[in-house]
Structure formats: structure tokens, C-alpha cells
């Protein structure tokens, strides 16, 4: 009877903990909490950890936080979270801001259906976080142009790798010109469908299982020439280039994004997406078709993504938005 209580009161207290009725200081954890969320700061993923900050390489802004309520953050509670994260999904297509800074070190222990949630979980915040981002910036450009904001305009086109035009001279291009920068601009700061980028994260990381996922936060397997700044890969003599390496998991996202948007290799799936115009429409299939290029495979690249969405059902995720905040 002891045991079923105990039992009892410690499902109930993780309970609480999700609504947000307690706080850390329950579990004995020091800051930053796993679960909850404040003011948009990432989190450590310390589900599923080995609780020793030697076993993967933590950004420096986390290596003295410590949990000491191990039997509290075993499996158990790792598969509850998410599956209450699911479920509440289900019912309601709104989530909350829970930011993991990197994945699980024993993610490929858990069993297939279990490692397939917690991905999930980890990564539906990540992706609106990054289109949030996108849309933000969106908003501001628009603005920009209007109020013929050069210097935040020539901030964009940087970011935004404009060359066609002379950025540096933008407040001295005739209006034609001026309009063609517009134009380029909005093409490429824009939002993606959250299944093809879900679908992309589970095919290059291997459900968040793959040793450059693992030990260098690179979740869409974006190559760098300079090795320092990634893993190179094994199986291949001496390659050229290396899996890019990231601080955190959103950094990952946000290069994923940015890339897409820059690159000219995705150029027709920015143009799509422009005659589409409506994000709430997008859909991850149909954006996948102009994705042929992401790797060398080809085609069977693209039919690799579709078949991700399809059997994952990962396409009614792209209506997912942030719950609004206390």
C-alpha cells in the first residue's frame, strides 16, 4: 500500500509540475528547469540524461547545473512528459514554449514508439520558435521598406545573401531597383510547413539518435568545408567537409531555415511557396517536391521526406501554434 502511495503522489506532483502548480524547487532541481519555460530562455534536455555533465558536451551556460532528483528524471517520466505533450496536442493544437538546448544522451536506448514522442516533443517547439523568428523578422522588413529604413535593410540583405543588387548603396537605388530588393527580400524571409521540416529533422538525425544529433546539436545535416566548426563523418577517407556543429538545437533550426531561404539550390521552392502565399495552407508534401538538391540522392530524397510525412502523419502539426502566455 506504501509502494501505491508513493507511486500515487509522485505521478500527481509530476502532474502539477506540467500545469506549472509547483516549481523546481520540488524536485531539488537547480536552474534551468526541464520542464518549464520562462520568458523564452532554453532549457537543458534533461530527459533521459546520465545526470553527468562529462557525458556530452553542455554549452558552457549549463555546466553547473546539476539535478539531483535522479529517480525522479528516468524513463519513466521522460515517456509521461511525452505523452502528455502529445495528447494535449490532440486536444488542443496549441503548445507550449518548452526549448531543449540539446537531446537526450540516451535516446536510442528507449524503444522505437517512446524515442518517436520524445523527438516530437523536443522538436515542435524548436521549429515554431524558428518560423516565429522568420515571421518577425517578415513584419519588420515590411516596415523597413516602408519607412525607408536603410540601415535595418542593409542588415537583411547580409543576412539574407542579396547580391544581385547593391545593398551598400541602398539609399541611392532608383525606385525599380528599389522594388526588385523588396521583392527578392520577401521571397526569402518567410516561414516553412512545420512536416517538412519535422520530416527532415527525423531523416538526418535518425530520430535525434545520430552521432552528429548527439554531439554536435546538427539535426539537418548541413555540411561546413571547415572542419574545426563540425564532426567529420567516418567511413570516408579523409573527406572534405564535415557535419556542421551548433551550440544549441535552436541554432540548428534557425541555420536549417535560414538556408532554405538563401540558398540558390531551393530557389523554386521559394517561388512555390510565394504563390501560395497563405502559410496556414502550406503543406509539407507539396514543399518537399523542390528538395532535390538537399542531397545527393536526388529524387529519391524528396520520395524519402513524403514518405516521412505520410507515415508519420506529421502534416496535422502544421496548424500547431504557441499557447498564449500567462
Given at each position: 500500500?506504501?509502494?501505491?502511495?508513493?507511486?500515487?503522489?509522485?505521478?500527481?506532483?509530476?502532474?502539477?509540475?506540467?500545469?506549472?502548480?509547483?516549481?523546481?524547487?520540488?524536485?531539488?532541481?537547480?536552474?534551468?528547469?526541464?520542464?518549464?519555460?520562462?520568458?523564452?530562455?532554453?532549457?537543458?534536455?534533461?530527459?533521459?540524461?546520465?545526470?553527468?555533465?562529462?557525458?556530452?558536451?553542455?554549452?558552457?551556460?549549463?555546466?553547473?547545473?546539476?539535478?539531483?532528483?535522479?529517480?525522479?528524471?528516468?524513463?519513466?517520466?521522460?515517456?509521461?512528459?511525452?505523452?502528455?505533450?502529445?495528447?494535449?496536442?490532440?486536444?488542443?493544437?496549441?503548445?507550449?514554449?518548452?526549448?531543449?538546448?540539446?537531446?537526450?544522451?540516451?535516446?536510442?536506448?528507449?524503444?522505437v514508439s517512446d524515442k518517436?514522442?520524445?523527438?516530437?516533443?523536443?522538436?515542435?517547439?524548436?521549429?515554431?520558435?524558428?518560423?516565429?523568428?522568420?515571421?518577425?523578422?517578415?513584419?519588420?522588413?515590411?516596415?523597413?521598406?516602408?519607412?525607408?529604413?536603410?540601415?535595418?535593410?542593409?542588415?537583411?540583405?547580409?543576412?539574407?545573401?542579396?547580391?544581385?543588387?547593391?545593398?551598400?548603396?541602398?539609399?541611392?537605388?532608383?525606385?525599380?531597383?528599389?522594388?526588385?530588393?523588396?521583392?527578392?527580400?520577401?521571397?526569402?524571409?518567410?516561414?516553412?510547413?512545420?512536416?517538412?521540416?519535422l520530416a527532415q529533422a527525423?531523416?538526418?538525425?535518425?530520430?535525434?539518435?545520430?552521432?552528429?544529433?548527439?554531439?554536435?546539436?546538427?539535426?539537418?545535416?548541413?555540411?561546413?568545408?571547415?572542419?574545426?566548426?563540425?564532426?567529420?563523418?567516418?567511413?570516408?577517407?579523409?573527406?572534405?567537409?564535415?557535419?556542421?556543429?551548433?551550440?544549441?538545437?535552436?541554432?540548428?533550426?534557425?541555420?536549417?531555415?535560414?538556408?532554405?531561404?538563401?540558398?540558390?539550390?531551393?530557389?523554386?521552392?521559394?517561388?512555390?511557396?510565394?504563390?501560395?502565399?497563405?502559410?496556414?495552407?502550406?503543406?509539407?508534401?507539396?514543399?518537399?517536391?523542390?528538395?532535390?538538391?538537399?542531397?545527393?540522392?536526388?529524387?529519391?530524397?524528396?520520395?524519402?521526406?513524403?514518405?516521412?510525412?505520410?507515415?508519420?502523419?506529421?502534416?496535422?502539426?502544421?496548424?500547431?501554434?504557441?499557447?498564449?502566455?500567462?
Open positions: 500500500m506504501r509502494f501505491k502511495n508513493n507511486t500515487l503522489l509522485t505521478f500527481l506532483a509530476f502532474l502539477l509540475s506540467i500545469l506549472g502548480l509547483i516549481g523546481p524547487g520540488f524536485w531539488d532541481i537547480k536552474s534551468p528547469n526541464p520542464i518549464k519555460y520562462e520568458n523564452d530562455h532554453l532549457t537543458r534536455a534533461s530527459l533521459g540524461l546520465r545526470f553527468n555533465p562529462n557525458d556530452i558536451d553542455l554549452d558552457n551556460k549549463f555546466k553547473n547545473s546539476k539535478i539531483s532528483s535522479k529517480n525522479f528524471f528516468g524513463k519513466e517520466i521522460a515517456i509521461a512528459w511525452s505523452k502528455n505533450f502529445i495528447d494535449q496536442i490532440k486536444a488542443e493544437p496549441k503548445i507550449p514554449r518548452i526549448y531543449f538546448t540539446q537531446l537526450p544522451s540516451d535516446l536510442n536506448t528507449y524503444q518517436k514522442k520524445i523527438f516530437i516533443s523536443i522538436m515542435l517547439p524548436l521549429l515554431l520558435k524558428g518560423n516565429e523568428k522568420v515571421s518577425i523578422e517578415r513584419s519588420n522588413l515590411i516596415m523597413f521598406f516602408k519607412k525607408g529604413n536603410f540601415k535595418k535593410l542593409k542588415l537583411f540583405c547580409k543576412k539574407y545573401k542579396i547580391k544581385t543588387i547593391d545593398c551598400n548603396n541602398i539609399n541611392s537605388l532608383n525606385n525599380a531597383k528599389f522594388k526588385t530588393l523588396q521583392k527578392i527580400l520577401l521571397n526569402r524571409v518567410n516561414v516553412l510547413p512545420i512536416s517538412m521540416m527525423i531523416v538526418e538525425s535518425g530520430w535525434g539518435g545520430s552521432r552528429f544529433a548527439q554531439k554536435g546539436n546538427a539535426l539537418f545535416g548541413q555540411w561546413t568545408w571547415d572542419k574545426k566548426k563540425g564532426i567529420s563523418p567516418t567511413g570516408i577517407h579523409k573527406p572534405s567537409f564535415a557535419v556542421k556543429s551548433f551550440k544549441n538545437l535552436q541554432d540548428s533550426v534557425d541555420a536549417y531555415i535560414l538556408n532554405l531561404n538563401t540558398h540558390p539550390a531551393y530557389i523554386k521552392l521559394r517561388n512555390y511557396r510565394e504563390l501560395i502565399r497563405n502559410p496556414p495552407n502550406f503543406k509539407g508534401y507539396k514543399f518537399s517536391r523542390y528538395l532535390d538538391k538537399y542531397a545527393i540522392i536526388g529524387f529519391e530524397y524528396v520520395k524519402k521526406i513524403n514518405l516521412m510525412i505520410k507515415k508519420n502523419n506529421l502534416e496535422k502539426f502544421n496548424s500547431l501554434r504557441f499557447k498564449l502566455e500567462n
